[in-house]
Nanobody, 112 residues
Framework: VQLVESGGGLVPPGGSLRLSCAAS????????MSWYRQAPGKERESVAS????????YYADSVKGRFTISRDNAKNTVYLQMSNLKSEDTAIYYC??????WGQGTQVTVSS
């Protein structure tokens, strides 16, 4: 299983970013996929999840209405569209797949 995140960067408050996670090594369309994040000095927390078909999603209360998780099973990729970013969204964002597989993470920094 391999998960590779991309799309992080520096963005001002109120800005937007789209993260991508390219998956390989397993049948992507069979599994729930998730995004987590870890801020400095804090524990890793769940941000959003999406069912195998994309028909169901879950969001942490802190990101509801601002973040959208989606997936393209033809491209073996899951996305996290982040809007109206706040300084407290600053963290390393990780993609999580089956069998406790994790990507290497991508840094998101929200700062003016």
């Amino acid at each position: 299983v391999q998960l590779v995140e991309s799309g992080g960067g520096l963005v001002p408050p109120g800005g937007s970013l789209r993260l991508s996670c390219a998956a390989s090594g397993f049948t992507f369309s069979n599994y729930v996929m998730s995004w987590y994040r870890q801020a400095p000095g804090k524990e890793r927390e769940s941000v959003a999840s999406i069912t195998s078909t994309g028909g169901g999603t879950y969001y942490a209360d802190s990101v509801k209405g601002r973040f959208t998780i989606s997936r393209d099973n033809a491209k073996n990729t899951v996305y996290l569209q982040m809007s109206n970013l706040k300084s407290e969204d600053t963290a390393i964002y990780y993609c999580k797949g089956p069998r406790d597989a994790w990507g290497q993470g991508t840094q998101v920094t929200v700062s003016s």
